[in-house]
């Protein structure tokens, strides 16, 4: 623990002669700094990995601690072991015997201290042991030591060049011989930051000894010291109850799914120095140069009354608004009760006091304008709870008295609420409001959240902030490639081309794919530009993830904080992330929805799945079998069995199906198992959990996996094998 001088604390284990604990007691009382970072970044050619240009012991003011596992007679058998112990603690440090770095919580000495580092160089378990005992020698260690780590400390373990199995090894060994140390650290919730390298000349005096001096010493050249830290916890996703307050007392209250809770009312757009507005900011800082541009500062409502045809024909881009939409419906509880022709009323009265006020005082436009936006339900939401989240299973729609048919089914006539999908349907009533006032030809802009219901891909982000810039121009098609060339020469630096497809101009870049888009409409004199800022926020500071702009980690956020520009990208406070592949089958009936499959993993696995693949379906012919792999076939005996009308052929799966004491039969469940004469599919997903915010061990992937298996079978009550 940091002493009331201020000193920083630092606890090395598993020393042996205490050669570097001496060395590092010398630099401290010398006022030296330069231990381990070397003048060659043995990572910097190819991975860019950041090395700091402090050492090991971070300067002067240190209070050490050098512990080993021998007793004090044996360390004492070490060359030199005593000198340097005298030059421990006659620098200020204490050394302690007996300590098990695998057990550190266990050490009475230590009880009750925090320490700002802990050092572990060149970790074995002696003699001739396999990788798989250094591997839990490192996973134990990395348990033990957060017991005894602050909250914003460091562990530095020290390895021979190739054990680690990170690209930081030159070579890399392949991954089963080697010793996993990012995959062990994750197991303690550590992810790794910074690769050194160690170079074992600067210490003065430093001297590898063998375990317990059983073995020889070793050779710490080109050794590869690695700097982990904490990983931001992550939560579990939980429903939000969203309420808006109306006139006369009546509030709406509508639920947020949960795979959507953590991109709520975070306020990217309004923090100045977040990347999405800092990347808007560059934008419409850039476009100003060369096209008037004004934003539209008037908040807009997050849930909008509409339908999916009216969707299909605003928003092209999305292939099916039916099923790529967040329909949602209000909570019975919270809504009066009225009747279908008093639907209009109604709306109006939940729009009265927020819908969009001009600087006008024309009172009779100001109603026009409410008017409009009777389709919106408006801003002032505020999260009321959390829960479970809702799966519409025959919700009534507040609306214009349209129902929702069947379990899980969205509201797909006119009178359903939808979480906005894009800004251009509030778009189209923005612009009409303002051609009544002014037609000069300025690019007005609007952005905020949208949510799409779309499947798991490295690039596909379910909740996005969108850029909209309109205006009015005579002959508005021939202004398009000015348009698009403007943007394309601020952001071809970046890896950004254009591309013209079916009347529209497309950005793109690898590997996000389409980033926006440019059309135009000649009937209205119309040129809009429509754009995914967190995408382009992930090109222009070279993020490798999109999650990590949802990430509260303050190594994220911090790199933020002086608005840097485009020019500085951003470099990952986590390193070499581990992915774990998963396959994952089930049978599913022909109310099957794979949108609704991908939103469950979203939810389950805490947005952990970078990737979700189908690699197999399976449809059996169900008038003679139910399974495609097992040849073995039962009949159930109609006088006894669960369906005494219809003789039917099925075969079991005999990994869970199995009879206990007739080999290969087995019962039919009629309520889940297949009926001939409504076909079932097998599905197979592959599924790859990797993260770039979060420590993800195996053993938490296993768990998140398995609780998805767990949802499928109670949430969407699917057959999984």
Known sequence: MTSSEGREAVLLVGEGNFSFSAALSRIVATETNDITSGTDDITRETDNI??????????????????????KEEALRHHGSAHNIHTITHSGGEVLFEVDCTRLSECVCLRGRQFDRVIFNFPHCGRKSGVKKNRLLLKHFFLS???????????????????????????????????????????????????RPFDGEKPDSYQSTGYRSQDKCFHAEQGVTHVFSRSVACSAPQRKDMKQHIL??????????????????RGFLSNSNHPVRLVQDFLVQALEREWPVSMVTEPLPLLIHSSPQRLNACCPEIQDTHTHCYWLHPSHTHTTSHTPSDDHKYIDTLLADTHITYDSEDEGR??????????????GEECVGEGEECVGEGEECVGEGEECVGEGEECVGVGGYVLRPSLLPQMEILREEREHREREEVLHGVSGLVFQRVHISPWSPPAFHQLLLWGAWPKASQSIPDLGRSLERLLTPYGLSLAEEQGSLWLAAEPMGRLGRLWADDLTDGVSVCLNLDLLASLVYSLPDWRLLWSPDPRFLNHFLLRPLPEQPFHPFSLFPQSFVYDISFWAGPDWQEAAFHALVREASREMVENVTLIDTYTPNTQTDTHPDITHTYTPNTQTDTHPDITHTYTPNTQTDTHPDVPHTYTPNTQNDTHPDVPHTSYCYRLTYRSHTHALSHTCALKLHTHLQSLLSTRMHLTVR
């Open 145 to 195: 030591c957060v017991g005894v780590l602050k909250e914003e400390g460091e562990v530095l373990v020290s390895l021979c060049n190739g054990q680690g199995g990170t690209p930081a090894d030159r070579p890399m060994r392949e991954w089963h011989n080697s010793w996993q140390v990012v995959a062990m650290a994750a197991e303690a919730g550590l992810i790794l930051n910074e690769v």
């Open 366 to 379: 100001e109603r026009e304008c409410s008017s409009r936006f009777k389709e919106c339900v408006g801003e």
């Open 248 to 265: 006369g007392g009546r509030p709406l209250t509508y639920h947020i799914p949960a795979e959507l809770s953590h991109y709520i009312h």
């Open 50 to 71: 950041t090395t700091g240009t402090d050492d090991i012991a971070g300067g002067r003011g240190l209070r050490i601690t050098a512990t080993c596992l021998q007793t």
